[in-house]
Structures are given as C-alpha cells and as structure tokens.
C-alpha cells in the first residue's frame, strides 16, 4: 500500500474509534445546520482531528470539510487538497443506526487521486488509488455487471430521491442514509445504480474515483464537471444531483428513467 494511502486509512481507522466512543455515549450534544441538516460534538471533534492530524503530515497540503473549512485558497499552483467528510450519515449516527462514516480525499492538480471510506461500526474499509483499483477491507472488488437472472441487486438512493424525481428504475429501492456508504455499494457490487439527489461535494469526492476505479462510471446529473476542484469556490453551498451505474448502457438506461418533477 503506498505510504500515503496508509496515512489515510490509518487515519481513518483513528477516527473510526473516536466516532465510536461517542456513539456510545447517552447523550449526544448536536445542533442544526442553516440546511436543517445536523451537525453534533462528534462532526467537530473528528473534523479538528483529522486536520490536525494532515497538517503533521502534510503541512503544505490544503483542506476542505463539511464541518470547518468549505473553501481553499491556493498559495501556489496546483496546491493538493484534501477534501474531508468526518462523520457522512450523522442523522444514522445521532438515531443509533449503524450506517456513517468518515470520507479522506486527496486531490492533486484538481482530481481525485487518492480515497479511503471506513465505517466503523461495521468494521467496513474502502479504498481506492488512481490506476491502482478499488478495495474493501484490502480486497479487490469490481461493480456487478447487469444479470437479469440475478434478482437481489438494487437501486441505492437518498430520501430525497421520490420527492424530487419519478423513478422508474426496474430494481428494489435501498435507502441508507449515507451517501458515501450508498456509493460504495455500487463500488463493491451490491448496488447495480445510484443516486444522490442534494449532495455536496464531500459526499461524493471519493466515489468519483472508486466507483470508476471498481469499473463503474459516475456523473453529475446535469452533465457539468465538479472537478477539476475550483479555488475560491464555497462549497458548502453547492448541491449536485449525482448518478452512478455499474456499466455505461446501464446509465445511459437510468438517466431516461429518472426524470425531474415539475
């Protein structure tokens, strides 16, 4: 595994056990978001840390995360960004539900080229390396090619996916309440198509090299390209509606049967 890679998922697995000692916890400080979404005393406390914890390693390195830092500035051409999601699923997390994680991006000349997803209470570890694959718990795995024979693959979504889009998609609905766990299901096979119908750019920075690295293909749905990474940029409100398919005939097919409602 190349060092940095091993930084990240190392960090990760550190993040991992301080997510989890306040999941445990009986009471939970949280508050909302100007979005309405939640944000609690563990978004922040893991979001310090892992910067932190880059700027060790990394001190040149930029960084943008959903809780602290929604932009970067470059100082020199080129900077490499990390692009931080300390705790995806916090309303999982905040119920007692078991899907969340935490998201590590690097991103060098404006791509991704490095991505680790854990998810520590299922003790689940994605990564992915620019031309290297994807993995899951350092196994390779690959999409799932369209079988009509095979009937337990599904269709990934978020919650907001019904209300703003009809959905015809021949596949059972799946709901996770995580995107960057609902994309890795694509990524390791058990998801044949997904989508995110609001999602920032930290839910999906890592699937934008996984998905294609596990063989699949991701897009915006409005065909507009969210990297190479703008400096400047506010990122926090920027919502992207983003597909992804195992093969491309297979979201050539999803994109006529996912259609805006008025």
């Not at 699923?89 to 994680?101: A, I």
């Not at 890592?206 to 507009?224: R, S, V």
Request: charge should be negative; glycine fraction near 4%.
């Amino acid at each position: 595994m190349d060092s940095t890679l091993f930084f990240a998922a190392q960090l990760a697995q550190q993040c991992g056990e301080i997510l989890l000692e306040y999941f445990h916890k009986s009471q939970l400080k949280m508050e909302y978001k100007s979005d309405h979404s939640i944000v609690t005393e563990a978004d922040v406390a893991v979001d310090n840390f892992i910067k932190q914890e880059i700027k060790k390693e990394f001190p040149h390195d930029l960084i943008i995360s959903e809780e602290l830092q929604h932009q970067f500035t470059p100082r020199t051409a080129n900077p490499t960004v990390w692009i931080v999601d300390p705790l995806d699923g916090t309303t999982n997390f905040s119920l007692g539900l078991h899907y969340w994680g935490v998201s590590l991006v690097r991103v060098e000349n404006g791509y991704p080229i490095l991505a680790v997803q854990y998810f520590p209470y299922l003790n689940e570890l994605y990564t992915a390396q620019m031309g290297c694959g994807a993995y899951y718990n350092n196994q390779p795995i690959h999409v799932t090619i369209p079988n009509p024979e095979n009937k337990t693959t599904f269709f990934s979504c978020c919650s907001r996916t019904h209300k703003n889009y009809r959905i015809s998609i021949p596949y059972k609905t799946r709901i996770f309440g995580c995107a960057t766990y609902s994309m890795c299901s694509l990524a390791s096979g058990k998801a044949l198509i997904c989508f995110e119908a609001k999602a920032k750019i930290w839910d999906y920075a890592g699937a934008w090299l996984m998905i294609p690295e596990a063989g699949g293909c991701i897009e915006i749905f409005n065909h507009k390209e969210p990297f190479p990474l703008s400096p400047g940029k506010e990122f926090a409100s920027q919502n992207d509606a983003v597909i992804a398919a195992a093969t491309p005939d297979l979201m050539d097919k999803s994109r006529k049967k996912i259609i805006p409602r008025e």
